[in-house]
């Protein structure tokens, strides 16, 4: 029997004071506290993750802690677990809370501009404690219950903000377990996984005998559709995770095509339009589906949907939208047209930690039409029914947490003027950083803001000067000097640990062909204001003039 009076503590001591693992002790670790004592001590811990993490983490900017990664590395060499307890549960809070926390990186910080994981609303670690206190597994109904019913509620509130179907669509599909509308899934690679094998199966679905991809593998579609290669049109500023899902799903990841961009950096729809030409008129080869980008990682450019859409439609393709980062960008008013056209979108990959502000571990898929999952469905006779709403039908996952929950909350206590007073703020802060930028003598601004994201780089005045009257030898020797300072001061600038802004490689101009390597900023941190974006602009300036400037 457990021992109420010693519930509040978790660890058992032997004798000699040591650690043990203890069966008393570990049951206590399972029951609910009874007495005001042991709930005064874990709501102490509580607080120390809540509040006491955020203060040391705001102690800090950007990388925090001037430790070499070789020097950091030294301490965590033992991989022996610990045969007896090694820590008490306060020791162990302590330590992540004191100790480890400050060797983590800010990305809460308004100062850090580099990536798309940025500062969450705080109420979102109450949100995800929620679910992790409730621990349901969507798989399945019998593990999940109304946290289901939760979730097929939430897919189709978004994909209400994407396809904007009827009343009588969504009254017919909102809980209808016969038909699927999206899935959740862990993020946005697993997204575009999904929905490029959706694609892959509607491409090589059952036919004459032949029982479709997905039961006959890739071998026995080719020889059944009389192909020998398929392929998936993007442009060259697809993620890399189109690359992973065609690898895995045994297309080939040579077989993601990249299209050309222009100097828009959008997709070339020319050369889309040749390609397609092309590879119709070659009879083995199929193109399971074209790509188009609703805020591309490096430059956050917005592909023109509503004419792929049309290309596709003409051509008869699957057409998917990755819009992981640009989707949220749906619930502005006054932002909402820069996605025109993702409607006409076969399915949509949506994240959910990045732009509706989630913590880490969610993504969506939404699909137009409410049967395509049926082709990626495994249902089977003990567990999975048809028409049963066990979610572990259709996805990746088998045991999945309750995400739902998180998002359909935060919808409710922000509204999407709330989410869209964020947006706003990030596209209209970019604008002004975009300004500021062409204003200084120092910096080029490479791609303009379309979204939330832009790319710029150190250039000088006289630096440009020279460009300009350089022939494409010269052109090429001061493009990569200029190159090699930006990627000085990038990590000059980040090492320093006050700000970080990330940097990549970009060509620009398509006639000169020329490669760039630019810093790049993405503007999600409603705390980065104008001010910040100056300053960080100042300490770029005052490395280049420390270290460059003759
Ligand atoms: C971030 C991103 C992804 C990948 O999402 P993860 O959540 O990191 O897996 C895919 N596509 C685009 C356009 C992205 O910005």
Same mark, same amino acid.
């Given at each position: 029997?457990?021992?109420?009076?010693?519930?509040?503590?978790?660890?058992?001591?032997?004798?000699?004071?040591?650690?043990?693992?203890?069966?008393?002790?570990?049951?206590?670790?399972?029951?609910?506290?009874?007495?005001?004592?042991?709930?005064?001590?874990?709501?102490?811990?509580?607080?120390?993750?809540?509040?006491?993490?955020?203060?040391?983490?705001?102690?800090?900017?950007?990388?925090?802690?001037?430790?070499?990664?070789?020097?950091?590395?030294?301490?965590?060499?033992?991989?022996?677990?610990?045969?007896?307890?090694?820590?008490?549960?306060?020791?162990?809070?302590?330590?992540?809370?004191?100790?480890?926390?400050?060797?983590?990186?800010?990305?809460?910080?308004?100062?850090?501009?580099?990536?798309?994981?940025?500062?969450?609303?705080?109420?979102?670690?109450?949100?995800?404690?929620?679910?992790?206190?409730? %621990?349901?597994?969507?798989?399945?109904?019998?593990?999940?219950?109304?946290?289901?019913?939760?979730?097929?509620?939430?897919?189709?509130?978004?994909?209400?903000?994407?396809?904007?179907?009827?009343?009588?669509?969504?009254?017919?599909?909102?809980?209808?377990?016969?038909?699927?509308?999206?899935?959740?899934?862990?993020?946005?690679?697993?997204?575009?996984?999904?929905?490029?094998?959706?694609?892959?199966?509607?491409?090589?679905?059952?036919?004459?005998?032949?029982?479709?991809?997905?039961?006959?593998?890739?071998?026995?579609?080719?020889?059944? *559709?009389?192909?020998?290669?398929?392929?998936?049109?993007?442009?060259?500023?697809?993620?890399?995770?189109?690359?992973?899902?065609?690898?895995?799903?045994?297309?080939?990841?040579?077989?993601?095509?990249?299209?050309?961009?222009?100097?828009?950096?959008?997709?070339?729809?020319?050369?889309?339009?040749?390609?397609?030409?092309?590879?119709?008129?070659?009879?083995?080869?199929?193109?399971?589906?074209?790509?188009?980008?609703?805020?591309?990682?490096?430059?956050?450019?917005?592909?023109?949907?509503? %004419?792929?859409?049309?290309?596709?439609?003409?051509?008869?393709?699957?057409?998917?939208?990755?819009?992981?980062?640009?989707?949220?960008?749906?619930?502005?008013?006054?932002?909402?047209?820069?996605?025109?056209?993702?409607?006409?979108?076969?399915?949509?990959?949506?994240?959910?930690?990045?732009?509706?502000?989630?913590?880490?571990?969610?993504?969506?898929?939404?699909?137009?039409?409410?049967?395509?999952?049926?082709?990626?469905?495994?249902?089977?006779? *003990?567990? %999975?029914?048809?028409?049963?709403?066990?979610?572990?039908?259709?996805?990746?996952?088998?045991?999945? !947490?309750?995400?739902?929950?998180?998002?359909?909350?935060?919808?409710?206590?922000?509204?999407?003027?709330? *989410?869209?007073?964020?947006?706003?703020?990030?596209?209209?802060?970019?604008?002004?950083?975009?300004?500021?930028?062409?204003?200084?003598?120092?910096?080029?601004?490479?791609?303009?803001?379309?979204?939330?994201?832009?790319?710029?780089?150190?250039?000088?005045?006289?630096?440009?000067?020279?460009?300009?009257?350089?022939?494409?030898?010269?052109?090429?020797?001061?493009?990569?000097?200029?190159?090699?300072?930006?990627?000085?001061?990038?990590?000059?600038?980040?090492?320093?640990?006050?700000?970080?802004?990330?940097?990549?490689?970009?060509?620009?101009?398509?006639?000169?062909?020329?490669?760039?390597?630019?810093?790049?900023?993405?503007?999600?941190?409603?705390?980065?204001?104008?001010?910040?974006?100056?300053?960080?602009?100042?300490?770029? !300036?005052?490395?280049?003039?420390?270290?460059?400037?003759?």
């Amino acid at each position: 029997m457990v021992a109420t009076d010693r519930i509040d503590k978790i660890d058992n001591i032997d004798k000699n004071n040591k650690l043990i693992a203890d069966w008393e002790a570990l049951l206590r670790t399972f029951v609910r506290p009874e007495n005001e004592k042991a709930k005064a001590t874990l709501i102490k811990y509580m607080e120390q993750i809540l509040f006491e993490l955020q203060d040391f983490l705001k102690a800090h900017v950007g990388i925090t802690e001037e430790i070499s990664l070789p020097e950091l590395c030294s301490h965590f060499t033992n991989t022996k677990i610990p045969k007896n307890p090694e820590k008490k549960l306060t020791t162990a809070i302590n330590d992540i809370v004191k100790k480890l926390a400050p060797y983590a990186v800010n990305i809460a910080s308004p100062y850090f501009i580099g990536h798309m994981t940025s500062a969450i609303p705080f109420f979102m670690v109450h949100l995800k404690t929620i679910v992790t206190a409730l %621990n349901q597994n969507v798989n399945k109904l019998e593990t999940s219950k109304v946290t289901s019913i939760v979730e097929k509620q939430v897919l189709a509130k978004i994909h209400r903000l994407i396809y904007n179907n009827t009343d009588s669509f969504y009254n017919i599909h909102v809980q209808n377990p016969y038909t699927t509308l999206g899935a959740f899934v862990e993020g946005g690679t697993s997204a575009n996984f999904t929905a490029l094998w959706v694609a892959r199966n509607l491409c090589f679905a059952p036919k004459n005998g032949f029982k479709g991809v997905e039961t006959e593998g890739l071998a026995a579609a080719y020889a059944a *559709y009389d192909v020998k290669r398929s392929v998936i049109l993007v442009s060259r500023r697809g993620h890399f995770s189109l690359k992973k899902a065609a690898g895995f799903l045994g297309i080939g990841n040579q077989n993601i095509i990249a299209i050309d961009v222009d100097n828009k950096q959008q997709i070339d729809l020319t050369k889309l339009q040749q390609k397609i030409k092309k590879y119709t008129k070659d009879n083995h080869t199929k193109i399971l589906a074209v790509v188009g980008i609703a805020g591309t990682t490096e430059t956050g450019t917005v592909d023109p949907l509503k %004419n792929i859409a049309k290309i596709c439609k003409e051509n008869n393709i699957y057409f998917h939208v990755d819009a992981a980062w640009g989707g949220p960008t749906l619930m502005s008013e006054k932002y909402k047209y820069l996605l025109d056209g993702i409607e006409l979108a076969d399915s949509v990959t949506i994240d959910g930690h990045k732009q509706f502000y989630m913590p880490i571990g969610c993504g969506m898929v939404y699909f137009k039409d409410p049967n395509y999952m049926e082709a990626v469905a495994y249902h089977s006779n *003990y567990v %999975n029914r048809p028409g049963s709403v066990d979610l572990g039908i259709k996805s990746i996952a088998g045991s999945r !947490e309750a995400n739902s929950l998180v998002l359909d909350t935060a919808l409710k206590i922000m509204g999407s003027k709330g *989410y869209a007073l964020l947006i706003d703020h990030g596209i209209e802060t970019a604008a002004l950083f975009a300004d500021e930028i062409k204003k200084r003598p120092c910096f080029e601004l490479i791609t303009p803001p379309k979204l939330n994201i832009l790319t710029y780089r150190i250039c000088p005045d006289h630096y440009k000067n020279q460009l300009l009257q350089a022939d494409s030898t010269e052109k090429w020797r001061i493009t990569k000097k200029l190159n090699a300072i930006n990627l000085t001061i990038q990590r000059i600038q980040r090492e320093a640990g006050f700000s970080f802004v990330s940097r990549t490689t970009l060509i620009p101009d398509i006639e000169s062909q020329i490669e760039l390597i630019v810093l790049r900023s993405v503007i999600m941190n409603p705390m980065t204001d104008l001010q910040i974006l100056k300053e960080i602009l100042d300490e770029q !300036e005052k490395i280049y003039h420390d270290r460059f400037s003759e």
